[in-house]
């Protein structure tokens, strides 16, 4: 508990830096960069509600800085609001461009946070024709193909991905046997959102067509 308090006091700094000349930007960054292991070390016993509230607290903090700096120039010259702010940046580069890169360790935050405590797992077999229902998605498992090409034998499964009743995706993992080093390789389907990655492995098959897969679904990676 006292790496996350740690870390919290850490990115509160981030939102303390002062004008280009006092400012104790790279000692925050790296700072913050140094606390991330410890956070991720004791992630799994610490609740997620408690990272995602210091998340969002130093987040709302640093995006103040840019509206209250927005503002007063508004107020100041009667400039609109959106010139007020680009003007604003372009005079003090140095100063917001360090409060967007403490925005990025904020995110990236949130992104091991919920890759990490909300990661899922599922794993099923399916034949041709059959469907299963896994953490609010339905697979149909459609077909399945063999190709033979030159330098390799692929097999593919083809899935569609359902959410309710509106269909999302067409997934396709699949193996390749390469004829020159006599090995598998597995292609993993991936389908990425803001929200979520969800990787579909074929994991094996029958001559019978019946293959087994892996469902992963891991949420905020792609604030990573």
Same mark, same amino acid.
């Given at each position: ?25 790279? !000692?925050?960054?790296?700072?913050? @960069?140094?606390?991330?292991? #410890? ?9 997620? =509600? ?9 987040? @709302?903090?640093?995006?103040? !800085? +840019? ?6 120039? %508004?107020? #100041? ?11 604003? +940046? ?11 890169? %403490? ?14 405590? /909300?990661?899922?797992? @599922?794993? +099923? ?9 896994? #953490? ?10 063999? &190709? ?9 499964? @083809?899935?569609? =991905? ?15 046997? %390469? ?13 990425? &959102?803001?929200?979520?990655?969800? /990787? ?25």
């Amino acid at each position: 508990m006292s790496d996350v308090i740690t870390f919290a006091k850490q990115l509160v700094m981030l939102t303390m830096t002062g004008p280009p000349e006092q400012s104790t930007t790279p !000692v925050a960054i790296t700072s913050g @960069v140094l606390a991330m292991p #410890r956070l991720i070390a004791c992630i799994f016993t610490v609740p997620a =509600l408690v990272s995602f509230a210091i998340c969002a607290f130093v987040g @709302v903090s640093l995006l103040g !800085v +840019f509206y209250r700096g927005a503002l007063n120039r %508004h107020r #100041r010259t009667e400039e609109p609001f959106p010139l007020a702010f680009l003007r604003m +940046f372009l005079a003090n580069r140095a100063r917001y461009g360090a409060h967007i890169v %403490h925005l990025g360790v904020v995110l990236i935050a949130v992104g091991v946070t919920g890759s990490s405590i /909300y990661q899922d797992e @599922v794993q +099923f077999a399916l034949a041709p024709g059959e469907e299963v229902e896994a #953490r609010g998605y339905t697979l149909v498992y459609q077909d399945f193909v063999a &190709t033979e090409l030159p330098d390799q034998r692929r097999f593919a499964a @083809v899935v569609d =991905l359902y959410r309710g009743n509106s269909q999302v995706v067409t997934l396709s993992p699949q193996k390749d046997f %390469h004829w020159n080093v006599e090995q598998w390789v597995t292609e993993v389907a991936i389908r990425s &959102t803001l929200k979520e990655d969800l /990787y579909l492995i074929l994991a094996g098959f029958e001559s019978s067509e019946l293959a087994s897969f892996q469902l992963l679904i891991n949420p905020l990676v792609i604030w990573l």
